[in-house]
């Protein structure tokens, strides 16, 4: 099997230095660190998120997998993991792809296409049974303002406050190869 990255999305805020996050992935310790921080208190809502951190694991690693992201020294704004070997992108004409010399033309292969990690639906973004070591004030519920509104939820994940889910790798999700196009 291939070794894919992971890219933790989010963003961090803090009036007083860094960041810290303690990421534990599959039951392993993957990250412990500083991460980017913006010198501000963290917004209401959250906003675009940004890549804060890489990991590897093998491409054959799928399913719920355990993951923990503990804070320290602010807040972090959790929106998703990507990973590479989750798509590839084909050059095209006219909305077909080209073929030369029997095989697709890549324009981005599986290892340099990072993209979702599962399918989100209109009760479930991928991370289930999340729940907070503690909850300061009112903890962040999702609003749903349209019934075909799906995507990543944005979880706020306060200062010495742990996150927790199961973070679905869906199989479909893993593309380690392009195929061959159908033969005319």
């Known amino acids: 099997m291939a070794t894919r990255t992971i890219k933790l999305m989010g963003k961090a805020y803090s009036t007083s230095g860094d960041v810290s996050l303690v990421i534990n992935f599959n039951s392993a310790q993957v990250f412990n660190s500083t991460v980017t921080t913006v010198n501000s208190a963290a917004p209401a809502k959250g906003v ?98 349209d019934a075909d509104e799906v995507g990543d939820w944005v979880y706020t994940i306060d200062d010495g406050v742990t996150f927790s889910c199961d973070f679905v790798l869906d199989s479909d999700f893993v593309i380690t190869t392009v195929p061959t196009p159908p033969t005319p």
């Open 48 to 145: 675009e998120s940004v890549e804060l951190a890489t990991w590897t694991i093998d491409t054959s690693v799928t399913g719920s997998v355990p993951l923990t992201i503990a804070v320290s020294n602010g807040v972090f704004q959790f929106n998703n993991l990507l990973g590479n070997y989750s798509g590839y992108t084909l050059q095209e004409t006219d909305g077909v792809p080209d073929v030369v010399d029997g095989a697709y033309v890549v324009t981005v292969a599986p290892d340099a296409y990072f993209g979702e990690l599962n399918y989100n639906n209109i009760s479930s973004d991928g991370k289930e049974n999340v729940s907070f070591s503690t909850v300061v004030g009112t903890p962040q519920q999702r609003v749903i303002q």
